[in-house]
């Protein structure tokens, strides 16, 4: 079920809802998911891994669309610590 996270690095990654159930992780721009999963916690998981994968940001939306939680796995712009 799931694809090969792409090899870009930086961008976004998005943890979604899927109009056909489950949920779906995308790269930020591909209208195509990377991977789909018939729960939350398993498109998190997965969706971290492609994150990390490419330096980027994870954002988890709701079940509405909203964006509920975001991560950074790259380049941090903050110039402080913590």
Not at 30 to 48: D, I, L, Q, Y
Request: aromatic share 2%.
């Amino acid at each position: 079920m799931a694809k090969s996270p792409s090899s870009s690095k930086g961008g976004t990654t998005h943890v979604v809802p899927n109009p056909s159930g489950g949920w779906s992780v995308k790269r930020g721009g591909n209208p195509a998911p990377v991977s789909n999963h018939r729960t939350k916690a398993t498109a998190e998981a997965a969706g971290r891994r492609v994150s990390r994968a490419a330096e980027s940001e994870l954002k988890i939306h709701n079940r509405d669309g909203q964006i509920a939680r975001s991560d950074s796995h790259g380049n941090d712009p903050r110039g402080t610590k913590g």
